[in-house]
């Protein structure tokens, strides 16, 4: 019973912790299979090849955490959706404060920011 205790106590703790948030929304009705690899997704800027968008990939995390963090999310949850690619990734970069002022503990714990990618597939 005592080391069942702290296991609990920190499998609680470390359960309510969760740095990113992920969320998709396919616009197609059209089935495209999953990838293997979030290798096998890009991210373009630009795209000079036709293509069709079959969805819309959104990342919220800690404001802290940057584009280069958020990327390999993005493009696991595209590659759930059988995106080749993601682009225009746009960012809400304002947050949403909570009413209690950030511990030092935590650092900005209490600021979130989304991110949010479209999903291509090229024809």
């Known amino acids: 019973m005592k080391t069942l205790l702290p296991l609990l106590f920190w499998g609680l703790f470390l359960s309510g912790c969760t740095i990113y948030q992920i969320d998709s929304k396919d616009s197609t009705e059209e089935f495209y299979p999953p990838k293997r690899s979030i290798a096998d997704v890009q991210y373009l800027e630009q795209i000079d090849q036709p293509y069709q968008e079959i969805g819309v990939v959104t990342v919220t995390t800690e404001r802290r955490q940057t584009l280069e963090d958020v990327l390999?999310?993005?493009?696991?949850?595209?590659?759930?959706?059988?995106?080749?690619?993601?682009?225009?990734?746009?960012?809400?970069?304002?947050?949403?404060?909570?009413?209690?002022?950030?511990?030092?503990?935590?650092?900005?714990?209490?600021?979130?920011t989304s991110y949010t990618a479209k999903v291509l597939v090229f024809k």
Do not use: V
């Not at 511990?103 to 900005?108: A, E």
């Open 72 to 112: 390999p999310k993005l493009k696991q949850e595209a590659a759930i959706l059988g995106g080749d690619a993601i682009t225009d990734i746009q960012s809400d970069a304002t947050g949403a404060w909570k009413k209690l002022k950030p511990k030092k503990l935590l650092g900005n714990a209490y600021i979130r």
